[in-house]
């Protein structure tokens, strides 16, 4: 307890943040300010063409539309507050924002990591057994796994935010980061955290290694399903479903993996801003057109809104 009271006894962190070494910093803010509006208005669309056609009420699109409010939760954990330092020259965040910043922004990720794989498994009911999908993917069982995720991903956040934010930190607090990330706190940390970071290992092979395996599963089973289809247009339809998902499960996963399973040796700080800037900043913008340009319900019931 002792050990608690003295961590937030210090002075406020203070985020070095994207800037530092950038010639032109206000360009750089712009298209990021930029890219943030257009993923803000993209999964708030995509939220209300779900909530509005009444076609789009399935579990497929019930789980889209959590990816998107997933998304829309995600930049705007710490981009406002990039804003915010950026108009002000002012870089520091509160022990408590901090914390906050951690919880939220870990919730998401590991919220991210299950929902993708519940995803696949619902595209693998969907077309590999079919005359079960009103049964195996009812709303009961839907809001049962979604709950789970939710309960999962917050627990885990939980357990590793308390622990971080207890640990000893020295008497610098500059975060070479934008936001508040565990790699990126562990550096300031006057302690071994060699036993921590076993853990967090652990963590990433549950959230991250073992979604993706589930993923991996479910499409080879799809594939296989797919390649016995006679109907050329059941085919294009299965695989115009599918390629969506998995050019989302790409991006996302093979950034986080870069990001959490490279070992240290293979990559900078300043790569590691790139590659957080990529899943947290590109992929909520990225998503939305992703699924609206590659989905024709989604092109439809865009159109059905526009035409009102």
């Known amino acids: 307890m002792e050990r608690w009271i003295n961590s937030t006894a210090g002075p406020d962190f203070v985020l070095l943040g994207l800037f530092l070494h950038i010639q032109a910093p206000k360009v750089l803010f712009t298209l990021i300010f930029l890219v943030f509006l257009t993923a803000l208005g993209g999964n708030v669309m995509m939220m209300i063409l779900i909530w509005l056609d009444s076609h789009l009420h399935t ?33 520091s965040i509160s022990y408590i924002g901090c914390g906050i910043q951690l919880f939220v922004f870990t919730t998401l990720v590991g919220a991210e990591c299950l929902l993708l794989a519940v995803m696949a498994y619902d595209r693998y009911v969907a077309i590999c057994h079919p005359l079960h999908y009103s049964v195996l993917m009812c709303p009961v069982v839907c809001a049962f796994m979604m709950t789970g995720t939710w309960l999962g991903a917050l627990l885990n956040a939980l357990i590793h935010v308390i622990y971080t934010l207890s640990l000893p930190y020295c008497a610098s607090r500059e975060i070479h980061h934008f936001f508040c990330e565990i790699p990126a706190l562990l550096k300031l940390v006057c302690a071994d955290t060699s036993l921590y970071e076993n853990g967090l290992f652990v963590s990433g092979v549950l959230f991250l290694l073992f979604p993706i395996s589930a993923i991996m599963a479910s499409y ?42 490279l070992p240290k040796a293979y990559h900078t700080e300043e790569q590691d801003k790139v590659v957080s800037v990529f899943y947290t900043i590109l992929t909520p913008m990225l998503n939305p057109l992703i699924y609206s340009l590659r989905n024709k319900d989604m092109a439809g019931a865009l159109r059905k809104v526009l035409g009102r």
């Not at 059941?234 to 986080?256: D, N």
């Open 220 to 261: 080879g089973q799809i594939l296989s399903t797919i390649l016995r289809l006679r109907s050329n247009l059941g085919m294009r339809k299965a695989l115009a479903t599918c390629s969506s998902h998995m050019i989302v499960v790409s991006l996302f996963y093979g950034s986080a993996i870069i990001k959490y399973f």
């Open 59 to 91: 579990p497929m699109y019930f789980l889209l539309s959590q990816l998107s409010l997933m998304d829309l939760l995600y930049s705007s954990t710490f981009v406002p507050k990039i804003a915010i330092d950026f108009l002000s020259g002012r870089n």
